[in-house]
């Protein structure tokens, strides 16, 4: 790195190593031909030019999502790149979705409860794999292809789907939503096609079917896969056709639809078990995302509780102050099985149960039986902090083994390297070879886990000499 204050020179050349971003873009959509740490640049971006004084621009030149054994990143003024518009544009803030009222709002003017009372318009992260899914869907919204969301219950396909529609040339139009297991297999024909006046007991005038509600717009079948065969069959015809004819009638009537569906299960399973027809499997495949799930999105909850904090307090309103620390660290440590769902009931339950002008805490949000170990809930208690709780405050090192180490220590035959290196492997041991679980356990980073596994010696402040 070179720079120069007075004179205005700065260059750097730095090399990434593990980029989190870089390993979820490779996990969802493979080795690519462009760089993905688009969090990493900002980031820097942000720091070096506070830092420097001037605009800074860092560009990834290299990135191991593109088959390079490291990510790598040059960074100068921006004035002295000849393309700084390339990169510079992604720096402007900008809306994500466009409002119904079609007036654009930079991120930074809108407000957490905004987002909350405009939920069905905004999508909330900051985490790479949140990155990638808005990236895909990005790419995918001024298309006609058909759109099959992947992800386990509660991770908010819905709101994807509603966004992909929302920054599509067919926002104007409707969006029309139907859970394909809430709707009983002998209506579920009427529900999509409609029905004519007589064309079946009870049928006494005639209804649209959600295809044609849709017309122009946008059909999201939500939980595809529990459709009965003879269903899917009807399904792919209008599908393909792009026409539909109502129960009871006889006129074909043609529908301009984008068809967007969603499932939490394996739909290649499912083929493979003859349960899903593969001639509808391959026609929704067209363009799949996989959602992750909120344990692999961690740097997003705390956004999430922000905005269903403000949410529930207006709707039922209380008055909190906030969560506590223990709150916040076991918010953090929970795994999360029913995702974006469970966090939210978790949320409006604390909201509830909190004291007035009081903060939320542990027991107001876990009691319903959510698995949650009692050490994490006890480690802030304990004295432990941060994510080194994981470890429990029942770990503590037996009497025995602590005079070991302490005589081990005194008579030269261990020595720190050694100690740390055997903290670490045991570590990573529990961790089953996660650095980042490993470095948690650990109490520390995890570019120190890291570089102490590379071979190197972790460095340690200079001793004083005097």
């Known amino acids: 790195m070179e720079a120069d204050v007075v004179s205005g020179h700065f260059f750097g050349e730095f090399l990434w190593h593990n980029s989190s971003e870089a390993e979820a873009h490779i996990a969802a959509n493979g080795i690519g031909n462009a760089p993905v740490c688009w969090t990493l640049q900002g980031y820097a971006n942000g720091y070096v030019s506070s830092f420097f004084g001037r605009q800074v621009l860092v560009r990834e030149v290299e990135c191991k999502a593109m088959g390079h054994a490291a990510c790598k990143v040059i960074s100068k003024p921006l004035a002295e790149w000849d393309d700084p518009d390339k990169d510079f544009r992604y720096m402007q803030a900008q809306a994500f979705v466009q409002s119904p009222g079609g007036k654009k709002s930079s991120v930074a003017e809108v407000s957490t409860a905004e987002a909350a009372r405009n939920a069905k318009i905004n999508l909330i992260g900051v985490s790479a794999g949140f990155n990638s899914v808005c990236h895909m869907i990005q790419r995918v919204a001024p298309t006609r292809a058909t759109v099959l969301f992947l992800g386990e219950s509660g991770v908010g396909k819905e709101q994807f789907a509603r966004t992909l529609h929302n920054i599509s040339d067919r926002q104007e139009k409707p969006f029309v939503a139907i859970n394909c297991a809430a709707i009983p297999e002998q209506l579920i024909e009427s529900e999509l096609f409609g029905v ?258 590379s071979g190197n010696k972790v460095p340690h402040p200079p001793e004083d000499s005097t």
Not at 402 to 410: A, D, H, M, T
Not at 424 to 443: E, F, P, T
Request: glycine residues 10%.
């Open 196 to 453: 004519e006046k007589g064309g079946f007991s009870g049928a006494s005038h005639s209804r649209e079917g959600r295809f044609e509600r849709a017309d122009g717009g946008t059909l999201f079948l939500d939980e595809i896969s529990t459709l009965s065969l003879i269903a899917q069959g009807k399904l792919l015809r209008a599908l393909q056709e792009g026409e539909i004819e109502r129960i009871g009638g006889t006129r074909v009537r043609k529908v301009d639809v984008r068809v967007v569906a969603a499932t939490n299960d394996d739909l290649r399973g499912l083929v493979e078990s003859g349960k899903f027809r593969s001639d509808l499997f391959y026609r929704l495949n067209v363009f799949p995302v996989k959602i992750p799930p909120l344990r692999e999105r961690k740097e997003d909850i705390l956004l999430l509780v922000e905005s269903f904090l403000n949410r529930y307090c207006a709707l039922h309103k209380r008055n909190v102050t906030g969560l506590t620390e223990g709150a916040i660290e076991a918010l953090m440590f929970y795994s999360w099985p029913g995702n974006i769902r469970e966090l939210e009931n978790i949320i409006e339950r604390g909201v509830i149960l909190a004291p007035t002008g009081g903060g939320i805490d542990v027991m107001h949000l876990f009691n319903s039986g959510e698995k949650i170990r009692s050490n994490q809930i006890e480690a802030k208690q304990n004295g432990f902090s941060g994510a080194g709780s994981i470890m429990g405050a029942s770990q503590t090192i037996p009497e025995e083994l602590s005079g070991l180490l302490r005589e081990s220590l005194i008579d030269g035959s261990i020595s720190m390297d050694s100690l740390e290196k055997m903290a670490i492997d045991v570590a990573i041991g529990i961790a089953k070879g996660n650095v980042s679980a490993a470095a948690k356990i650990l109490c520390t980073t995890r570019s120190r886990v890291a570089y102490r596994l």
